[in-house]
Nanobody, 124 residues
Framework: QVQLVESGGGLVQAGGSLRLSCAVS????????MGWFRQAPGKEREFVAA????????LYADSVKGRFTISRDNAKNTVYLQMDSLKPEDTAVYYC?????????????????WGQGTQVTVSS
């Protein structure tokens, strides 16, 4: 069974930075593509970033491109989301997700496993 646990969320002022971490249990972590999504109150869950099993291929939502960076450490079974130049509109619960198929995809339905989420609040 695969379990994902996010951490690193919190309250930050606009222009600041946060780094989210997602620890993944399971021996086959290194074969999964990993993604980050977010959901603001009253809105649908939306794609933020994804990377391939090696970290060599990455995909970003236009809204975060140039500000957020996804990375992973397969030796630590952990994926990260470095968030810089944060804006109030980045406020949301952030979720990490794992895709067994290994593709770098942006659709919510492509991911089989999800964490419980971590709150990120950006004040203006």
């Amino acid at each position: 069974q695969v379990q994902l646990v996010e951490s690193g969320g919190g309250l930050v002022q606009a222009g600041g930075s946060l780094r989210l971490s997602c620890a993944v249990s399971g021996r086959t972590f290194s074969t999964y593509a990993m993604g980050w999504f977010r959901q603001a109150p009253g809105k649908e869950r939306e794609f933020v970033a994804a990377c391939s099993w090696s970290g060599g291929r990455k995909l970003y939502a236009d809204s975060v491109k140039g500000r957020f960076t996804i990375s992973r450490d397969n030796a630590k079974n952990t994926v990260y989301l470095q968030m810089d130049s944060l804006k109030p509109e980045d406020t949301a619960v952030y979720y990490c997700a794992a895709d067994q198929a290994g593709g770098v995809r942006s659709g919510v339905g492509a991911y089989e496993y999800w964490g419980q989420g971590t709150q990120v609040t950006v004040s203006s």
